[in-house]
């Protein structure tokens, strides 16, 4: 896939360049079609009850057609098909996000997010690309977006949203640093959502989700 941009590609590029294209062409079907019944309303002259209806079913058409290519988009990204970097932060440095990262997270065309399970953004300004070696820079893109946003809302704190902070932790964590305790990453994630972490399920998820190196007991040694 050709990248026009160094930080990748946005949600709906990237989906309407590398997803079905089945799905894409019906998609652009239904729009079209709904254009048209919304032309046809500006003209003058009785509307049609029938069109009107023809043209909510268009809409409709439109609106499944997209949830498809949501849930093409997904499965891509999933696989490791596509491959995703973010912030988040809607001023933060740009992350690479784990592929596993897409079993609690849903793209969101509308603005670029990625949602939880209960429609929290956990991730923004999102951006994909092809799988390949040369993407691997992507990830590096530290440099805050032109436009200021002045309002910086903490992340929303839930188990599903902790879940995925912590995937996202555990697979950006630097090579070279020795492995983060249980109390390290409790606090982390404290200092991330602004909120004391319940202990009971952050040691539920750290359980299944951490490296067995960071499972350890005793002293934490650096890497070789």
């Known amino acids: 896939m050709k990248h026009d941009h160094p930080k990748g590609l946005t949600l709906t590029e990237g989906a309407r360049r590398s997803c079905n294209t089945g799905i894409i062409e019906a998609l652009a079907a239904a729009e079209a079609e709904a254009a048209r019944f919304e032309a046809m309303d500006l003209l003058p002259g009785r509307h049609d009850t029938h069109r009107g209806m023809l043209k909510s079913a268009a809409y409709f058409e439109a609106e499944h057609q997209r949830c498809q290519l949501l849930d093409d988009l997904r499965r891509r990204l999933l696989r490791g098909e596509l491959v995703a970097t973010a912030r988040e932060r809607r001023t933060g440095p740009r992350i690479a996000v784990a592929a596993e990262a897409w079993q609690y997270l849903y793209p969101h065309f509308a603005d670029d997010t990625a949602r939880d399970g209960l429609g929290a953004a956990v991730l923004f300004q999102v951006r994909i690309a ?12 530290a440099m805050p977006p032109t436009v200021t946003v002045h309002a910086d809302p903490k992340p929303v704190y839930s188990v599903s949203t902790l879940r995925a902070w912590y995937m996202l932790r555990r697979s950006s964590w630097p090579t070279t640093e020795q492995p983060p305790s249980e109390a390290d990453d409790l606090a982390a994630a404290s200092q991330h959502f602004g909120v004391k972490v319940s202990r009971d399920p952050f040691r539920a998820i750290r359980r299944e989700m951490a490296p067995a190196a960071w499972k350890k007991s005793g002293p934490r040694k650096p890497p070789k």
């Open 130 to 141: 092809g799988a390949a070696p040369a993407q691997a820079s992507l990830a590096q893109d």
